[in-house]
């Protein structure tokens, strides 16, 4: 697991809709081989790109598409690279088949898969199989554990349906929402306490003296209720409590911030806890206390900045691919940068998902 995100951190990302500067990406701070990196760079065709030899040789094996290169040195065609799982030999690729994040692809047929264990493999000059006519082209697209050029069809997804939008339809759907979550001071920490309706939430130490910490994060004044976030470094968890302002009580407890529908018929949070997990989404019918309702592990895309109810029902974030979150999330330029290829997505409900004492959610056919 690449990176725990900070609390500081989550509060941010949660908290902050993408705002706008330039932004210049920084070069890695460290050296392969005894050279100097000139930047990042991932596989940008579908079809992976050729390796070639540093004697310009076709090597036998393809990069597969958003594989994560280190460009070393760089001509008017060419770029030496070196492979982030095998930084002990270099390459040459072809210069305009390596972008940077703001290239990779992401459509509604990936936006809507779901994760599996071989979803993000990266795979260098020793997976291939050996078949040089093969090794790149159509075996490189099937290598990701589905095919990219399959016909998106909203019919496949009986519970989630997630689509891309533009900027434009996202920002004409943030109009129509209504935000129930406030964040305020309404309530202070006071020698590591925060105190409602005196009952007390007192910061405290676990495994390793490491911290477990409450953060007040703000309101839901139609609900009567405070919202805090838990943090508990040495479990590597952080959960969020629904708290009625009158008695102290737990009304409801969510792995991230909840967001409400307008009329409050649904409840949904979503959320990554490391770089290389999936993004979870998770709703329920919020008047309803019994049930099961939706739950999906997503492989591609990770949720930034402010997510929001729309008007028509439909939960409306901004996105990035997952790809990219642990650099996106650990720089304050990227995250703010004008020129950042931020996606939009529309999450549409359907059918709750299917549901077992046994199993628990039975997210793919496989489960």
């Not at 706008?20 to 991932?42: C, D, H, N, S, V």
């Not at 598409?65 to 070196?82: F, G, N, P, Q, W």
């Not at 139609?222 to 470094?233: G, I, P, R």
Request: hydrophobic residues 30%; aromatic residues 14%; glycine residues 6%.
């Amino acid at each position: 697991m690449k990176l725990l995100y900070s609390f500081l951190t989550l509060i941010m990302l949660t908290a902050c809709a993408p705002q706008k500067i330039a932004y210049t990406p920084k070069a890695p701070q460290f050296e392969i081989m005894g050279k100097k990196i000139l930047r990042e760079g991932y596989v940008i065709p579908r079809s992976g790109t050729q390796a070639f030899t540093l004697n310009r040789e076709y090597a036998g094996f393809c990069f597969d598409c958003k594989s994560l290169m280190y460009v070393i040195s760089e001509t008017d065609s060419l770029l030496m690279v070196a492979h982030d799982t095998d930084r002990d030999t270099l390459f040459y690729v072809r210069k305009n088949e390596v972008g940077t994040e703001l290239d990779i692809p992401l459509d509604n047929s990936e936006v809507n898969v779901p994760f599996r264990d071989n979803t993000r493999r990266d795979y260098g000059p020793n997976d291939n199989d050996g078949d040089e006519a093969n090794a790149c082209g159509e075996a490189a697209v099937k290598r990701g554990g589905f095919t990219y050029t399959d016909t998106f069809n909203p019919d496949d997804y009986p519970d989630f349906e997630v689509n891309l939008i533009t900027e434009k339809e996202f920002s004409k759907m943030l109009k129509t929402s209504i935000q129930h979550f406030e964040e305020n001071e309404a309530v202070k920490k006071v020698d590591s306490t925060l105190t409602i309706a005196n009952k007390q939430f007192k910061d405290g130490r676990g495994e390793g003296n490491m911290p477990n910490t409450y953060f007040y994060e703000g309101e839901y004044k139609v609900l009567n209720a405070y919202l805090l976030l838990y943090v508990c470094e040495a479990c590597e968890e952080y959960s969020h409590f629904l708290i009625n302002k009158d008695t102290g009580e737990e009304i409801a407890s969510f792995s991230n911030r909840p967001y409400f529908s307008a009329s409050f018929d649904y409840v949904m949070d979503m959320g990554q806890l490391f770089s290389d997990s999936p993004t979870i989404v998770s709703a329920n019918k919020w008047k309803e206390k019994e049930g099961h309702g939706w739950y999906k592990e997503f492989a591609n895309w990770s949720p930034v900045g402010d997510g929001f109810w729309g008007s028509d029902n439909c939960f409306y974030t901004p996105v990035i691919p997952s790809l990219t979150a642990e650099t996106h999330n650990s720089d304050s330029e990227a995250r703010n940068a004008v020129k950042y290829n931020y996606r939009h997505i529309k999450i549409k409900l359907k059918a709750p998902t299917p549901f077992s004492e046994e199993r628990g959610y039975i997210l793919t056919p496989e489960d």
